[in-house]
């Protein structure tokens, strides 16, 4: 059984960093994509970046071009999502979504909260 967990998160204050691990297990088929989604309280799921591991083709959302970065999938089936200059806007819980075998496969999240 699949299984996707994110680990990472934190409370940070504005302008800081933090780097969110992704990472999938319980199949020996590869991620092939990979994407990063997040939930505020009161707010609908959101786009926040995506790779396809076949291309390296990345995809962000306005919202973070230029300060989040995501991260190639590795063998292990794990990825990051490194995040820089935090704004008390990106408070969310950030959900992780592992392509395998055409299927998306989701994880419980982890807290970031941005706040000073």
């Known amino acids: 059984q699949v299984q996707v967990v994110e680990s990472g998160g934190g409370l940070v204050q504005p302008g800081e960093s933090l780097r969110l691990s992704c990472a999938a297990s319980?199949?020996?088929?590869?991620?092939?994509?990979m994407a990063w989604y997040r939930q505020a309280p009161g707010n609908r799921r959101e786009f926040v970046a995506a790779?396809?591991?076949?291309?390296?083709?990345?995809s962000y959302a306005d919202s973070v071009k230029g300060r989040f970065t995501i991260s190639s999938i590795a063998a292990n089936n794990t990825g990051y999502l490194t995040m820089n200059n935090l704004k008390p806007e990106d408070t969310a819980v950030y959900l992780c979504?592992?392509?395998?075998?055409?299927?998306?496969?989701w994880g419980q999240g982890t807290q970031v909260t941005v706040s000073s």
């Open positions: 979504a592992a392509e395998l075998d055409y299927r998306n496969y």
């Open positions: 790779i396809v591991g076949s291309t390296g083709a990345l």
């Open positions: 319980g199949s020996t088929l590869r991620v092939s994509n």
